[in-house]
């Protein structure tokens, strides 16, 4: 995917809830799980995580909810 900011190529990868407060954290790549594929079990054990692109050079994230 291109950055909408600047057109250069964005990194795929997934935020990620850690822990109980309201941290987010970055992963390369792509995993199966994702947030609500299977909720409850998933969130027990591997925290909420959403699919998003990554612009190092803006410092953007874009995150597609559909």
């Known amino acids: 995917m291109k950055c909408p ?3 250069r190529k964005m990194r795929e ?3 990620h809830a850690v822990g109980s ?3 987010l954290v970055w992963k390369d ?3 199966t799980l994702r ?3 299977d909720p409850d079990m998933v969130a027990r054990t591997l925290g909420d995580r959403i ?3 990554r ?3 803006c410092k953007k994230i874009i ?3 559909e």
Do not use: F, K, S, W
Request: proline share 4%; hydrophobic share 25%.
């Open 55 to 57: 612009c190092d050079h």
């Open 63 to 65: 995150v597609n909810y």
């Open 5 to 7: 900011y600047c057109d």
């Open 13 to 15: 990868g997934q935020l």
């Open 29 to 31: 790549g792509e995993e």
């Open 35 to 37: 947030l609500n594929t």
């Open 21 to 23: 407060g309201p941290a």
């Open 51 to 53: 699919a998003a692109y």
